[in-house]
């Protein structure tokens, strides 16, 4: 997996662009935790097989839960969700948390879900829909050569048949495929005599530093900050 | 060096992270500018030899304005930018300059290019290569930072060379040397890896959200024109 802490970085980032005037510790930890929670899967992988980037890591149960919140919070003459948290905390709160949940499902998708799609075997995107990984790679540019080239997705056209394959990255099943991660270290399915080697990654890549970094950076800076709009002249920032 | 709409995008997640009250669309373009500034210092290589990642990549220019920006803000009597611009000219300023560093030189540094932090005093690009992990069976293994890197470099990190021999191609610059080369195929790259198409989708979909929240609170609250406001929701 990309490290929980990689996701875990971007999401603090993009959570103190999003939260506004909700940001504080409740929230951030709120966003964290749906954000981290998904990764709980990889403990479920010695009991279904691959488990892990399947049951949390899919575009369908965010899409899901966005269309339960819009529903209910938008559409519904009277909202349970909202009543239920006015009962608990006030009005101001329960539109402040259903603003954090908002972002919070907005944060684990991009995040936690596309980060991992465009690494190793990618994720489960369309589970429990349709069980096959997909990874996404590729580049995009534009070449005085070739003009504008893309390989994200590729088009291939048979010049027999004439028929279209589209090859989005889609790999094996959830059979077939297994992501390492520390509960699982390798592939059940294969044999060795080797000692287990569990390993707990923080940063693979220098880039995966750079996202923990921002992350880490927009939270400093928030706190270092002075106040909004000026309040205190004296204040530097 | 990395694709600039990447330096682009960091700069803009930056934005909505940091503005605060500040947030509109002249500041977010602002600070957006400063991001993909430095990366004008390719077009100088078609001059000096190996400017690419050098000139504008160093740590000397945001020290230097970090610099000006605190002695203006914080040890002179009256402030020529609040004066001038008032609390958000003095909030631009700040995260423009954060922008410029964390989102124009960041990604070069951890990139594959690598960016020539202490050019012109030293001449050696660096780049942050390597892994941090925890094993079970080799404890903890890390090697972003190396003490005894081959390479020119005298800070703790891998350096893939120096101005002399190290060319870094890009479309402005198709071989990263002095003249032009009009006959060269030219690459333009949007994103190189699938990490930079989802931070590019990231902050396109982040500044859409916020300026339909900006738009909402704007026309709620037609007096606040002069004071920005604050997105709320």
Redesign the interface.
């Given at each position: 997996m990309v490290s929980t802490i990689v996701h875990a970085g971007?999401a603090l980032?993009?959570a103190?662009?999003?939260l506004?005037?909700h940001y504080d510790r409740r929230a951030l930890a709120v966003v964290l935790a749906i954000v981290v929670l998904p990764e709980v899967d990889s403990f479920l992988g010695p009991f279904m097989s691959g488990a892990h980037r399947t049951v949390g890591h899919n575009f369908v149960f965010p899409a899901a839960a966005a269309a339960l919140l819009y529903y209910d919070t938008r559409l519904r003459e009277r909202s349970a969700l909202r009543e239920r948290l006015s009962d608990r905390v006030s009005d101001r709160g329960a539109?402040r948390w259903i603003?954090v949940a908002w972002v919070g499902l907005?944060v684990h998708t991009?995040?936690h879900v596309?980060?991992d799609?465009?690494?190793l075997e990618g994720v489960n995107a369309f589970w429990p829909l349709r069980d096959r990984f997909y990874a996404?790679?590729?580049?995009?540019?534009?070449?005085?050569?070739d003009g504008f080239v893309q390989t994200?997705v590729g088009v291939e056209i048979d010049p027999e048949t004439g028929g279209r394959r589209v090859d989005a990255g889609g790999g094996g099943t959830s059979r077939t495929v297994h992501v390492s991660n520390p509960v699982e270290p390798r592939d059940p399915s294969m044999v060795t005599d080797e000692?287990?080697?569990?390993?707990?990654?923080?940063?693979?890549?220098?880039?995966r530093?750079?996202?923990i970094?921002?992350g880490l950076?927009?939270l400093v800076?928030?706190r270092l900050?002075g106040a909004?709009?000026?309040s205190d002249?004296g204040e530097?920032? | 060096m990395a694709p600039t709409l990447v330096n682009a995008a960091v700069g803009a997640l930056l934005a909505a992270a940091l503005l605060g009250a500040a947030f509109d669309r002249r500041s977010v373009s602002i600070v957006i500018a400063a991001a993909a500034l430095s990366d004008l210092d390719a077009v100088a290589s078609l001059v000096i030899p190996g400017a690419t990642n050098a000139l504008l990549h160093n740590l000397w220019v945001p020290l230097l304005v970090g610099a000006v920006l605190y002695w203006d803000g914080s040890v002179r009597d009256a402030s020529w930018l609040r004066e001038r611009a008032g609390w958000y000219g003095v909030r631009v300023a700040w995260v423009a300059l954060a922008a410029f560093v964390v989102a124009g030189i960041g990604p070069e540094l951890f990139g594959r290019e690598g960016a020539n932090l202490l050019y012109p005093v030293h001449d050696a690009y660096y780049h942050v290569h390597g892994r941090l992990v925890f094993s079970t069976q080799d404890g903890i293994v890390q090697t972003f930072v190396t003490r005894d890197a081959a390479g020119p470099g005298i800070l703790p990190l891998q350096s893939p060379g120096t101005t002399g021999s190290y060319a870094i191609p890009t479309w402005v610059n198709p071989d990263g040397r002095p003249g032009l080369s009009l006959d060269a195929e030219r690459k333009l790259y949007l994103v190189r890896t699938g990490w930079q198409a989802v931070v590019v989708a990231a902050a396109t979909a982040t500044l859409a959200v916020r300026f339909e929240w900006h738009q909402a609170t704007d026309a709620a609250d037609p007096h606040s024109d002069d004071e920005t406001t604050e997105v709320s929701r």
């Open positions: 971007f980032l993009l103190a662009g999003l506004g005037d539109a603003a907005f991009v995040a596309s980060l799609w465009v690494h996404l790679s590729g580049e995009v540019f534009v070449s005085t050569a994200f000692p287990v080697d569990r390993r707990f990654p923080v940063a693979n890549a220098g880039w530093l750079y996202l970094g921002l950076f927009a800076a928030r900050q909004d709009r000026g002249p530097k920032n | -």
